[in-house]
């Protein structure tokens, strides 16, 4: 598969790094952090850093610090000042309110025991009277009978009707804070971004962000995902599974191994220094079939 030239699309290539604050970057990181840099940079994009913190109960003290001095190492430098998705409230509450207008929001006051097996609905909360007071969440109905489909510019033409995705979903938590669903549709759509390239393992999420998306009228931006590093039991490496924060004194080791994993040309032995290889690199950048 050759990528699709993005000047064909946009004028003006905007992409973004959006990590959660839950820990140190890792190499997994790294790999979607590169991938979605080289991307823009190739394309004489911009690339901004996005910190997507909705979720105060998993983040982790010296995060934020972490990563941006991790990234600043490998040489990887955002455009514009660092922006913080828990500063975005009054946006997330405007598109509640038009998804709520659109009929397709409900108040579902499912527990973690009432909830089906797939993490849906499981008490058709929907059909159902459920009052503000009662402690509650917020679910949007996903009509799945619906194709959707869309062109992933690595992976190619992507259908819903192959996967499966639950057919309601959360919006907003029963505590309060906003879904990573929904902050993610509204923080990544178009005007802001056009490009976002991040990990395959979100791939089903794109479905239900476009599907909001079009819900809230704004524009999807163009998706592109890479598959992820896993590591030596299968597992995609997260901070979930323990991934080791990496080692900032061997930036230029790290961003050879984030390219092989990329499987991109490597930069010439001659290459010493994290500024030579990102400019090879940025030259280079091509994504095989199927990355
Ligand atoms: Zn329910």
Redesign the pocket.
């Known amino acids: 598969m050759i990528i699709t030239p993005i000047e064909r699309v946009t004028p003006h290539y905007r992409g973004r790094f959006a990590p959660s604050p839950t820990g140190p970057l890792h190499a997994g990181s790294l790999v979607a952090a590169l991938a979605s840099f080289l991307d823009a940079r190739h394309h004489q994009g911009s690339w901004a850093l996005r910190i997507d913190d909705i979720d105060p109960l998993r983040q982790v003290d010296g995060s934020v610090e972490h990563i941006t001095f991790a990234l600043q190492k490998h040489g990887l430098e955002w455009d514009g000042p660092v922006t913080y998705q828990s500063l975005e409230s009054d946006r997330f509450e405007h598109a509640l309110y038009q998804l709520s207008q659109a009929g397709c929001l409900f108040r ?3 527990t973690r025991a ?1 909830l089906s097996i797939h993490g849906t ?3 058709d ?1 929907a059909s159902r009277e459920v009052t503000t007071y009662e402690p509650h969440s917020l679910r949007v109905r996903f009509d799945t009978a619906q194709t959707y489909e869309f062109d992933d510019r690595f992976l190619g033409p992507q259908l819903l009707e192959s996967r499966a995705v639950p057919r309601d979903f959360i919006v907003k938590r029963r505590d309060g804070l906003y879904a990573y669903q929904l902050a993610a549709a509204v923080g990544d759509a178009q005007p802001q971004f056009n490009s976002i390239v991040r990990g395959a393992d979100l791939l089903d999420s794109t479905y239900r962000q476009r599907w909001l998306q079009q819900v809230l009228g704004l524009e999807p931006p163009h998706y592109a995902h890479v598959t992820l590093v896993n590591n030596a039991l299968g597992n995609k490496l997260s901070k979930q599974t323990g991934a080791a924060a990496l080692e900032v004194d061997f930036a230029a080791q790290n961003l050879r191994s984030a390219l092989s994993h990329l499987k991109q040309t490597p930069p010439p032995e001659s290459a010493t220094t994290v500024m030579d290889i990102l400019e090879h690199s940025t030259e280079h950048w091509s994504l095989p079939v199927g990355n």
């Open positions: 579902c006051r499912c009432t609905c499981g008490q909360c």
